[in-house]
């Protein structure tokens, strides 16, 4: 099969589809791998590494995608690589839909065949396309909340920490699950007073054990979500609905009645986010203020680190870009029903269940 993976097109943008490795590893199995000019660059992965692992190197992202069937990315499609498909073609990268009604018209428009890493699931459980980058997501939440509590941010001038003979900071975690709990580990290394809320009770047990009672665990409830809200300094939205739209846990007035200078971190902004006042950032203007408390939405947090989550991404995709590639789109999702569960656009439609529930397309 002929494989290709362009350059990402999106704002502050440097994570990159394939490397050299697995371009390496593809070749290896009789594929054509295909990588357009200066796709690695951000992250230090030369044309040459991907010319010296048997990748071809196409000029521009035009040329890439008329001589590949499978488009390997990583961020969601944007218009202009939205109208380079074809119905021949495979794009398999990440797409949250959801919140994305425009995304999905132009990709059932286009024909092809779109597989979302983030609906991708896992025989144990979990989604493991997902996992990597919420782990990323997770530990740089309380990382960029902790900045931006200082006040040259916008912040309150609080240590998140604090010193000795000083309160710290105190920090709630929406959401326990993968990126929930990267962003307790963080913020609860930086000295900050936790509390993790879920709806889940075995999941408050397990968060309990992991952190042996030094992290608060509470049941998610409206009233008690609101009351923690009012009191907190740093406020992390790590809430999950696989493939749906990401449910609203933090209204207007609760954000009123936050103190001035707090911060509220929407890891879910990819799937439209779980505070009311969201709205998806860049890392160019990262931050913006809503009654004076800051909010930061960047819908791409992983790509501040692209070259741990290229690495840590691209070790979880292999195996089935192999597949996809050794077997194609059908027979692979076929044999394997945790990658059909990653099929959100076949045939002009909207496959996946939550998605299309999400989006309202019937």
């Known amino acids: 099969m002929r494989i290709g993976t362009p350059k990402e097109v999106k704002v502050a943008e440097a994570r990159v589809g394939l490397t050299p490795e697995v371009a390496h590893l593809l070749v290896s199995r009789g594929h054509q791998v ?18 010296a692992a048997g990748a071809t190197i196409v000029p521009d992202a035009d040329a890439l995608f008329e001589t590949s069937d499978l488009i390997v990315k990583v961020k969601e499609p944007q218009p202009a690589e939205i109208a380079r498909l074809a119905p021949r ?36 459980g979990g989604l493991p396309l997902l996992a990597p980058m919420s782990k990323v997501a997770g530990r740089m939440a309380a990382q960029v909340g902790a900045a931006c509590l200082l ?22 975690t929406l959401g326990g699950g993968v990126s929930g709990l990267h962003a307790a580990e963080v913020a609860l290394g930086l000295g900050a007073r936790v509390t993790v809320f879920d709806i889940s009770i075995p999941r408050l047990d397990a968060l309990h054990a992991h952190f042996g009672g030094r992290v608060s665990t509470r049941v998610a409830t409206p ?5 923690a809200v009012a009191g907190a300094d740093l406020v992390i939205g790590c809430v999950l609905a696989p493939g749906a739209a990401a449910p609203r846990l933090v209204s207007r007035a609760d954000v009123g009645r936050m103190r001035k200078g707090s ?4 890891v879910a902004i990819d799937q439209g986010g779980c505070f009311e006042t969201s709205r998806p950032t860049t890392h160019v203007e990262p931050t913006f203020e809503v009654d004076g408390v800051l909010h930061y939405c960047v819908a791409n947090m992983p790509g501040a680190a692209p070259l741990t989550s290229t690495q840590a991404l691209t ?34 439609r909207i496959v996946h269940p939550a998605v299309r529930e999400a989006l309202g397309f019937h």
Request: charged share 15%.
């Open 263 to 266: 911060v509220l971190v929407d």
């Open 151 to 172: 006040s040259p941010a916008g912040g309150r001038g609080l240590l998140l920490g604090g010193v000795p003979g000083t309160p710290p900071g105190e920090v709630i």
């Open 34 to 51: 295909f990588v357009e000019a200066g796709a690695g660059a951000g992250i230090g992965l030369s044309d040459q590494a991907y010319a």
């Open 223 to 227: 009233a008690a979500i609101a009351d």
């Open 315 to 348: 070790a979880a995709t292999a195996p089935f870009v192999a597949a996809l590639a050794d077997k194609g789109w059908r027979q692979a999702t076929c044999d394997d029903p945790h990658l059909a569960a990653g099929l959100n656009v076949v045939d002009g």
């Open 89 to 124: 073609h495979v794009l398999f990268t990440y797409l949250h839909l959801a919140p994305d009604p425009a995304q999905a018209r132009g990709l059932m428009e286009s024909g092809a065949v779109c597989i979302a890493y983030e609906t991708v699931t896992a025989a144990g």
